[in-house]
């Protein structure tokens, strides 16, 4: 079973896209095995485009997904089965909105700004590389509902809120 990472940006949650976008990638049939909203901070922003850090938009693009230009959240999604990545990736489009299909998510909900920087809705991981390692950066191990990669037993000491 193939497991692929989706980001629903700043952008499509301040334009009230969720809906849309989910319905559009249930067409894949595959299964959401995790999900939640994060508030994304600059080490996870900065780690997830880790291979863009040496681009000059870098900066803007950082400061986008961590939601500096619209809200500061994000939707992040784990879908898993059959061909997880290639689905998704199809749907979603390509990544310069204005080379994506315009029955595509990035074609129909994207755009680029006066800076240059691509505000295409969502995220979708590359490969089965990039899968690994984003889905590991966004979600532990307990917060996915499928077997997915090898995980270890950890004690760990952790300071958390609790309700009130």
Not at 12 to 17: C, I, N
Not at 126 to 134: K, L, S
């Given at each position: 079973m193939e497991m692929t990472l989706v980001i629903i940006k700043p952008d499509?949650?301040?334009?009230?896209?969720t809906g849309n976008i989910l319905t559009r990638l249930s067409e894949t049939k595959l299964e959401i095995v995790g999900a939640k909203v994060v508030r994304v901070s600059k080490e996870l922003a900065s780690e997830h485009y880790r291979a863009l850090k040496d681009k000059p938009f870098f900066a803007d693009l950082v400061k986008y997904i961590m939601g500096e230009y619209h809200t500061k959240r994000v939707f992040a999604l784990v879908y898993?089965?059959?061909d997880a990545i290639k689905k998704v990736r199809e749907i979603c489009g390509a990544t310069n909105p204005e080379e994506a299909d315009s029955v595509s998510i990035?074609?129909?909900?994207?755009?680029?700004?006066?800076?240059?920087?691509?505000?295409?809705?969502?995220?979708a991981s590359?490969?089965?590389?990039?899968?690994?390692?984003?889905i590991k950066l966004w979600f532990s191990p307990e917060e996915i509902v499928a077997e997915a990669y090898p995980a270890v037993e950890a004690e760990e000491k952790v300071r958390r809120q609790k309700w009130a």
């Open positions: 499509g949650l301040k334009k009230s896209l898993a089965g059959k990035r074609g129909a909900y994207g755009r680029i700004t006066t800076k240059g920087v691509y505000e295409n809705v969502i995220h590359a490969n089965t590389e990039d899968a690994e390692r984003e």
